[in-house]
């Protein structure tokens, strides 16, 4: 298990070797199995996708990595936790259609619609939004995802902010439960996977 003080904020020149990581982690993820169910696009373009979220997140937010770069947990920031759809075009997201298909594209515009509406109807402005956390599959289970949130989640408390997140992976509650976040909604999409929404609010 890595060492706490061995987490670091990602450096640009990670960017690219992390975007490989993340998408070998979010493979099997069944929000993007739902998204790009076609396994040649995702393993294609999913490195492009988690490309474009870090780039994104580098100077609006914070990502936290290893320095070996075994994961990383992406978040945005208090009052910056919306995505905003100008900032992504002008990195490139436009090109998404063209990568993943209209149909994956409609199916990405519904569920991303339904949990921007849950995250602003249960969360205050003022919080941090883990918006992407992800470790190399032969990593997981030792602690690595642990130590990447911990920066943030300590910081939240300091600042005496809630945190929020989204997963589709129930092994994944029980995780996020450790480090005291608690399940808001447990639902599913009408046509695609269960997902749940979770909040942590500061301790100490």
């Known amino acids: 298990m ?13 960017v690219d070797r992390l975007s490989h990581v993340l998408a070998r982690a979010f493979w099997d993820d069944p929000m993007m199995v739902y998204l790009v169910p076609d396994e040649r696009t995702r393993t294609k ?9 870090t780039r994104y997140a580098l100077p609006y937010g914070a990502v ?24 992504m075009v002008l ?10 298909g209209l149909a994956s594209m409609r ?4 569920a991303m619609g339904r949990l921007e509406h849950l ?17 190399e599959p032969e990593r997981q289970g030792q602690g690595v995802g642990g130590e990447l949130i911990a920066p943030i ?3 939240a408390d300091g600042e005496r902010l809630p945190c929020y997140l989204e997963t589709m992976k129930e ?18 999409f009408p046509d695609g996977p269960r997902y749940w929404t979770m909040r942590r609010e500061p301790i100490g």
């Open 2 to 14: 890595p060492a706490q003080n061995a987490v670091t904020q990602l450096e640009p020149a990670q």
């Open 45 to 53: 373009h999913l490195p492009w996708f988690f490309r474009l979220s």
């Open 64 to 87: 936290y990595s290893t320095p070996d770069v075994e994961g990383a947990a992406v978040w945005l920031p208090p009052g910056n936790t919306m995505v905003k759809a100008l900032r």
């Open 91 to 100: 990195l490139g997201g436009a090109a998404m259609p063209f990568k993943f």
């Open 107 to 110: 199916r990405s515009m519904r």
């Open 119 to 135: 995250h602003k109807r249960d969360m205050p402005p003022e919080h941090w939004y883990l918006m992407v956390l992800g470790v």
């Open 153 to 155: 989640i300590e910081r």
């Open 171 to 188: 092994r994944n509650v029980t995780f996020y439960k450790k480090h005291g976040f608690e399940v808001v909604v447990e639902d599913a």
